[in-house]
């Protein structure tokens, strides 16, 4: 069974968390929660950068060449003829690629942040218990490693 660490302040939460990594404990058995963002404990834990960035790059990218495809093609597919100017004017699409850009990216990057968050989940909508409040520290118990018989 689990044994969990209540804290109600955050240096001595922080100074647990050393004490338990310095005992041996592998940061995969921690489950830590806490009332706000701390980054200390992201480096304590070892946790790697998260990969939102490339969901927001992504979708930029891929808005800025779609807004841009998209006046390019439709510009192609009803040209208006007026004298002198070309038929794909760069300047003018180009802002229609930029606002593409912003829209694409931000709606990618709220994908990427529900799918790296493991958002909803419809099962655990409600916890049984309040960490609004608190530090909390979760050791997970070893778990033997299987071996099967010979």
């Not at 922080?14 to 706000?36: C, F, K, N």
């Not at 593409?100 to 049984?128: C, H, K, N, Q, Y």
């Not at 609004?132 to 071996?147: G, N, Q």
């Amino acid at each position: 069974m689990a044994r969990q660490l209540f804290f109600d302040d955050q240096q001595t939460f922080l100074q647990h968390l050393e004490q338990l990594l310095s005992d041996g404990i592998p940061s995969g058995q921690l489950d830590v929660r806490t009332p706000y963002h701390l980054s200390e404990v992201e480096n304590l834990l070892g946790q790697p950068p998260s990969k939102l960035p490339f969901f927001a790059l992504g979708g930029a990218l891929a808005g800025f060449g779609g807004g841009f495809l998209l006046a390019a093609l439709t510009s192609l597919d009803w040209p208006i003829i007026t004298g002198g100017k070309p038929i794909v004017a760069v300047p003018p699409f180009l802002l229609i690629g930029y606002l593409m850009t912003i829209l694409i990216g931000s709606l990618a990057s709220f994908a990427g942040f529900l799918l790296l968050a493991r958002m909803p989940r419809i099962d655990a909508l409600v916890e049984e218990q309040d960490f609004d409040s608190r530090f909390i520290i979760t050791i997970a118990d070893e778990v033997a490693p299987c071996t099967t018989p010979n």
